[in-house]
């Protein structure tokens, strides 16, 4: 049998954990691999090293938290910052210098992050999207590429104003962020742009194909509501792609949080009146919103099994809790008194958080990512 070469078989594993293919965890269980099990409780020399690379690690992994959250801030200061130097010096700026100052800086800003994209895909595949400093370039230049695009279309006389000409706008803007995404370079933050542009387009459409019809009130719930399940949609799909998968937990978070939302505050401003004398003067609708909104917190957990999701989990038991004390509140108030029903919603409050717990330390797991590459 031949005699393995160790510089290979180092460089294989190099290789494999560049690629994602090997974890941390995989790693250190090399040091634990075909030792007797007295050794591994008793000899230092075998035990230390693991203890140490444990200890650098999570010292590492502090520090890069501490990167992110610099990187983050960093990122948004310089995005408000662009924006309030441009709103202040509006006025005196002429049609080819606003152009500049926005479409210009941000496709600049853009070509500097798909650069530095590009030297970073000669290492790793995945280096672009770990690296803090490309995905906020790449989220400025977007930013200012999405402002710079609407002041051109105002520069040429359209108007964003009008539900047309936004939608036309959004549409095309995001769909040009994703034929970049899809042909180009795959950035979650491009991608990331796309969806939030795409988002706005949706809003605007419905504005634009319902101008002529009179909404009623419960018709704006029910829209944001549908963009909360337009968002977990695209989570879901984007779940089985390596790189896209990494926006998936924000997309089940936001669209979860704004679907049940939406749909809550429909049940609370627009309650069934028990006092009123006149049994014509008030709806039932309002009673069969708050007999539906349990059956949609309901999906919402089961939402968070199929997804294996504790976000979606916990923003569920955190509606649950707002739909307690408004059920109590709204129809039990009046015949058990304020403050039985109250102590009664505590009581299932608290029952709904030991079921929770139990429910998630069963069903909600990690996964890993999908090999799939989109």
Known sequence: MAKLSKEKVLADIGTLVQNGDVTFDELQKVYTYNVPESAKHATPEIVAPAASVTSNAASDHTSKSIGN?????GTLIVCLGIYLLIAQNWSQLNTPVRVLVTFGLGLAVFLAAYYRA???LQISKDLP?????TASLFTIGSVALIIGAGV???EMGGSLTAPGTATAVAMAVSAAFLAFYLGVMRSVMVLACSISVALAAYFAAIEFLTADMTKPEPFYYFEIAFAGLLLIGTGVLARTRVIASQLAGTLYGVGIFVALGALFFLTLFSGFDFGSSDAGDH???PLLYDLLYPVVLAAGVALSVYVHSRDVLVISALFLTGYIFEVSNEYFSNFL?????????GVLVMLMAYGATRFAKRYVVATKSPANNL
């Open 152 to 154: 051109v279309v105002t």
């Open 118 to 120: 590009r030297k970073q």
């Open 129 to 133: 999207n770990k690296d803090l400093l």
């Open 283 to 285: 709806s039932y609708m």
């Open 337 to 345: 008194g304020g403050s039985i029903a109250l102590c009664l919603a």
């Open 69 to 73: 959250v610099l990187y983050v801030v």
